[in-house]
């Protein structure tokens, strides 16, 4: 507050309703984020449904190469998106393909 402002009348004296009005700006702000993470969202799918359709990516699979000669070779969709521990695609050990 800028200096020589009298906020006494404002806000109540003790510490417990200071709290009690502190956890309520908390849970307001939370509310508020969530709104406006709501609405760049929608406003978002309205600009990508505004821009045409999503181009369909030219290689639809990704082949995972084994380690050493007795494993095996993985196949995954292009938008696979299971954890790395599962998949390995953070590997390096992919390579894109197409469905021929």
């Not at 702000?29 to 505004?50: F, H, K, Q, W």
Request: overall charge positive; aromatic content about 4%.
């Amino acid at each position: 507050m800028p200096a020589g402002r009298d906020i006494d009348w404002l806000l109540p004296p003790d510490v417990e309703r200071l709290r009690t009005l502190e956890r309520w700006c908390l849970v307001l702000l939370e509310l508020i984020r969530g709104r406006i993470a709501e609405i760049e969202r929608r406003d978002r799918v309205t600009e990508a449904a505004r821009n045409g359709p999503a181009v369909t990516p030219l290689n639809e699979w990704k082949l995972e190469y084994p380690i050493g000669r007795g494993g095996r070779m993985l196949v995954h969709t292009a938008d696979c998106r299971l954890p790395t521990a599962d998949c390995r695609l953070a590997s390096g050990r992919t390579r894109p393909t197409t469905r021929e």
